[in-house]
């Protein structure tokens, strides 16, 4: 297996020199843009599995770079920002990022955050595919359809979908799904889970304010379980 | 109906003049007559009806009824029979007389009263071009104690009176045209305002007024001298008061905006600090615990790299806490100028002295017609200034594009100017670049700067009473200039 491609994006040529420094140095190949405009191009260009993007840049900034990168392509994001606002966090992942990260950091907390973006839950056991009326999920080939037409995951969408679609019926807590997930650093950032959940259902539910497939237990976490078309209401095991 | 008023400002002798005049008149008239006997009664009439209407015309009824008396009495005594005497035998002379008398006075008061009232168009005319005149001074004037202390003044000059005053409610003072006069009391002023109503005192020639505006009394106004007319009190009450109100209404504005902006600044600012402090501190954290972690993956030359990022990143620290700290001391007033009189040459050859290491190899024009000019400044803040304009022209420019730094005499001025031949800046951004924090969008990317040199610059050189400005092209370059007092008439000194 070839050595990732990290795409540092950052105006302050420092901070560039210490990720291409600190990251080679952990095997990465690492790439750089200096603004947003740079790496929506490198993105396209050079195809990097994964980006650190600076929410603070001159020209388009960063949220909006997300945005941008998010319709083209589904490579894992990471943001860094020196804000440490529940908001601007939210703001973030709602752009599309996977996770987030605030300035200043420790370099082990960014690799471990690296790493987990980049896990795949692929080489799991496989789960069988999900066919309902309007929904079709092959998780062998990653591919989504809604009402016949394909639809785009990022991969910590697909993943989480993935992971509650094995566990059919059961609720599943926060810290198991953000384990699961994301990795064993994980746990108690449930806005994460909050802002992917909504995301996922503004893509596979008909109707994301009253879902019919991924539920919200409350206190206890989320539960996928496809309502009885007749009934209306999910069932409880 | 007869209207018997003369012009008040007419003065006795003129008056007295004018009823000689009237009765020479009739005298001569009566003279001609009776001593050429070939006229009859009726042209003799006439010709004391045009000259009595001729005398009303121009000096008013009183002079003009007197006139018509004068004439009757002599028309009856040398014109109408029995002559020389003044009984009348015929009863239709008796007709003729008073038909005579009633014509005269009739026509007098016609003719009076035309001019009487072209008079008085004429002076409402006077009296609004006054008004008019008076309300252009009073929005022209800038904040409202500016005002207040110019209102008494304006309505001096523009209303040719001899003194007035007006008291405000609000702040229980009086302002004043000149000197304290005794009649303009605090007293009747805030009497005036008890009492809400115009006051008018033509024996000691005073009026108070009001200043009204709508049903609100904002204070009174005194005025001594000639009398003015109740409308023009009651419009100059107003104006007066709508003035003060709309002083205070724009100095209100004005303050809110401030606020708002000192906020917006304010809060820009920490969101500048915040960025522009973690940005070094992220460089150092990451490179420290990228060189304490334990899977000892850095080579030597890693190492080498994060321990010199980590030196530099501690010197933009240390230049950004000594920036912010002198921005803080120049903005509190602080920083105390050591004013001396500082040679220009020495000032420019001392600025290039400290840049020299930056420098290098770049070429360096000084363009100085007058190496006496003295300026009056801090030498060693004068010269961080021009430091700071020739770093930056250093940095925005490729190295072997000259820089252009000249002195000249400007008013009492003393001009100077850092050219470079960078990328220029954009006209947006020429309005930014002496901001806190800012640095040009492009121009980030390159430089390593704190953001924090031009507007430490600005506060230097606004403390020696002058103004820092750029004019700039873009792809041609900016001139950066500045102005420092002149100091005439010394050669000798440092």
């Known amino acids: 297996m070839s050595t990732p491609t990290i795409l540092v994006v950052d105006d302050e040529p420092q901070i560039r020199r210490v990720m291409r420094t600190t990251l080679s140095s952990n095997g990465y190949t690492v790439i750089e843009a200096r603004s947003g405009e740079e790496a929506l191009e490198a993105i396209r260009n050079e195809r990097p599995e994964l980006v650190l993007l600076d929410v603070n840049m001159p020209g388009i900034s960063g949220l909006e770079t997300c945005r941008e990168i998010r319709n083209q392509s589904d490579v894992a994001i990471i943001m860094l920002t020196v804000r440490n606002s529940e908001h601007d966090k939210v703001l973030a992942l709602d752009a599309g990022a996977d996770d987030y990260v605030v300035k200043p950091f420790g370099m082990e907390e960014l690799l471990a955050r690296i790493r987990a973006a980049l896990r795949r839950t692929s080489s799991a056991e496989p789960v069988a595919p999900f066919i309902s009326e309007d929904l079709e999920i092959d998780f062998e080939r990653r591919k989504l359809l809604v009402h016949g037409n394909p639809v785009r995951l990022t991969p910590k969408e697909f993943d989480l979908l993935r992971h509650l679609v094995a566990n059919q019926g059961k609720p599943l807590e926060h810290r198991r799904l953000l384990q699961a997930v994301w990795g064993p650093d994980y746990g108690d950032e449930t806005e994460y889970l909050r802002v992917f959940i909504n995301q996922l259902r503004k893509k596979i539910e008909p109707d994301p304010a009253h879902p019919k497939y991924i539920h919200t237990d409350p206190w206890v976490g989320y539960r996928f379980e496809p309502d009885a078309p007749a009934s209306g209401k999910p069932k409880k095991k | ?494």
């Open chain 2, 1 to 494: 109906m007869l209207v018997l008023n003369c012009p008040v400002s007419t003065k006795l002798p003129t008056l007295l003049v004018r009823y000689a005049v009237a009765l020479a008149a009739v005298l001569i008239i009566t003279y001609f007559y009776v001593h050429t006997h070939r006229f009859n009664v009726t042209t003799i009439a006439f010709t004391y009806l045009l000259a009595i209407l001729g005398v009303s015309t121009v000096w008013g009824l009183s002079v003009s009824v007197f006139m018509s008396l004068a004439a009757t009495l002599t028309y009856n005594y040398f014109f109408l029979p029995p002559i020389g005497t003044l009984t009348i035998a015929d009863p239709q002379n008796w007709v003729a007389l008073f038909t005579f008398l009633a014509t005269s006075i009739l026509a007098s008061d016609l003719s009076s009263r035309a001019r009487n009232q072209a008079a008085e168009a004429n002076r409402r005319r006077h009296e609004v071009e006054r008004l008019y005149k008076f309300s252009q001074r009073l929005l022209s004037a800038g904040n409202p104690i500016e005002l207040l202390n110019a209102i008494p003044r304006q309505i001096v000059e523009t209303f040719e009176v001899g003194a007035a005053a007006i008291f405000l409610l609000e702040k229980q003072k009086i302002y004043r045209s000149g000197m304290n006069l005794p009649q303009l009391d605090a007293d009747f002023l805030k009497a005036v305002v008890a009492r809400e109503e115009m006051q008018i005192d033509h024996e000691h020639s005073l009026c108070f007024a009001p200043l009204r505006l709508g049903t609100k009394i904002l204070g009174s106004l005194g005025i001594s001298g000639p009398v003015l007319s109740r409308e023009s009190l009651e419009a100059m009450g107003t104006l007066i008061a709508v003035a003060i109100e709309r002083a205070y209404a724009t100095e209100m504005v004005g303050k809110t905006e401030a606020a708002r902006e000192g906020e917006r600044l304010k809060s820009a600012l920490l969101d500048a600090i915040t960025h522009d402090f973690r940005t070094p501190l992220t460089s150092m954290k990451a490179s420290v615990t990228s060189l304490l972690s334990p899977a000892k993956l850095l080579d030597d030359g890693q190492k080498s790299e994060l321990l010199h990022i980590i030196d530099e990143e501690c010197d933009r620290l240390n230049r950004l806490v000594g920036e912010a700290a002198e921005m803080a001391r120049l903005e509190a007033g602080e920083v105390k100028l050591q004013i001396e009189p500082v040679r220009v040459d020495e000032l420019i050859s001392g600025a290039l002295d400290v840049c020299k290491g930056v420098l290098g190899t770049r070429p360096i024009h000084v363009e100085l017609q007058n190496p006496e000019l003295h300026v009056r400044a801090d030498f060693v803040r004068a010269q961080e200034v021009l430091v700071h304009l020739i770093q930056n022209a250093h940095l925005y420019s490729l190295p072997d594009h000259p820089i252009t730094i000249s002195a000249e005499e400007k008013d009492d001025f003393v001009q100077f100017s850092v050219a470079d031949r960078g990328p220029g800046i954009s006209d947006a951004e020429q309005g930014l670049i002496f901001d806190k924090f800012y640095r040009g969008a492009d121009q980030r990317y390159r430089v390593q700067g704190t953001g924090m040199g031009l507007p430490i610059a600005k506060a230097i050189v606004e403390a020696h009473g002058g103004t820092i400005a750029v004019v700039s092209q873009m792809g041609h370059g900016s001139v950066f200039s500045f102005g420092l007092p002149i100091m005439k008439g010394t050669t000798e000194h440092k």
